[in-house]
């Protein structure tokens, strides 16, 4: 069980709009900012967000994060076939005194 | 082009020790922080541990699931990081990443190698 949770799954048609969820508490997402990354199958992990709503530069400005409490979301908007990837959530934890992922989120483009 | 280049992946024998390197390229090392994730088979993402620059007083810290196991350590004179393992499980196989940092505070795990496969099996 993960000191995070994010839906397994998420799935939306092409154009659409889906939000992936990152739940926590007031140990991690309350306190700490959130980070996401995106892998596509066989590659590496690639960052997505930082800093809870900060897109690195070469990010599509169709993914924005969140974060309202002890919650974060990755919205992806205008889906693409290409963003079929597995998207994860990564937050310190204050109690863990470590960093914690979420079990990830697959998503798929209908 | 900043690039890590992991290796020293490989199958070893339960109990035994392996040495992982990442080797990087296209930045200042001295100046960033760098961690090891891994992912298990068809599982997610597990920090591991991570070493600081000098600036912020080359802390480390580590997992509880590779404490006293594992230790990081960084040769900012060659620009490689490595990652100790000793007393190898089984449930360490996994594809070990090699990450950097970005360059301000939040950024974390910013650059990803390809990563190594390590197997324990007997």
């Known amino acids: 069980q993960s000191v995070v949770t994010q839906p397994p799954s998420a799935s939306g048609a092409p154009g659409q709009t889906i939000t992936i969820s990152c739940s926590g508490s007031?140990?991690?997402?309350?306190?700490?900012?959130v980070n996401w990354y995106q892998q596509i199958s066989g590659k590496a992990p690639k960052l997505l967000i930082h800093?809870?709503?900060r897109r690195p530069s070469g990010v599509p400005d169709r993914f924005s994060g969140s974060k309202s409490g002890a919650s974060a979301s990755l919205a992806i908007s205008g889906l693409q076939s290409e963003d079929e990837a597995n998207y994860y959530c990564?937050?310190?934890?204050?109690?863990?005194?470590?960093?914690?992922f979420g079990r990830g989120t697959t998503l798929t483009v209908l | 082009e900043v690039q890590l280049v992991e290796s020293g992946g490989g199958l070893v024998q339960p109990g035994r020790s392996l040495r992982l390197s990442c080797t990087t390229s296209?930045?200042?090392?001295?100046?960033?922080?760098l961690s090891w994730v891994r992912q298990s088979p068809g599982k997610g993402l597990e920090w591991l541990t991570f070493?600081?620059?000098?600036?912020?007083?080359?802390?480390?810290k580590y997992a509880a699931s590779v404490k006293d196991r594992f230790t990081i350590s960084r040769d900012d004179s060659k620009g490689v990081a490595y990652l100790q393992m000793n007393d190898l499980k089984i449930e360490d196989t996994a594809l070990y990443y090699c990450?950097?940092?970005?360059?301000?505070?939040?950024?974390?795990?910013?650059?990803w190698g390809q990563g190594t496969q390590v197997i324990v099996s007997s």
């Open positions: 296209g930045f200042t090392f001295g100046d960033f922080s």
């Open positions: 007031s140990s991690n997402i309350e306190v700490n900012i």
């Open positions: 990450t950097r940092d970005g360059d301000q505070v939040g950024i974390a795990f910013e650059t």
């Open positions: 800093s809870d709503d």
């Open positions: 070493i600081t620059h000098k600036g912020f007083g080359e802390t480390i």
């Open positions: 990564a937050v310190w934890d204050d109690n863990v005194n470590g960093w914690v």
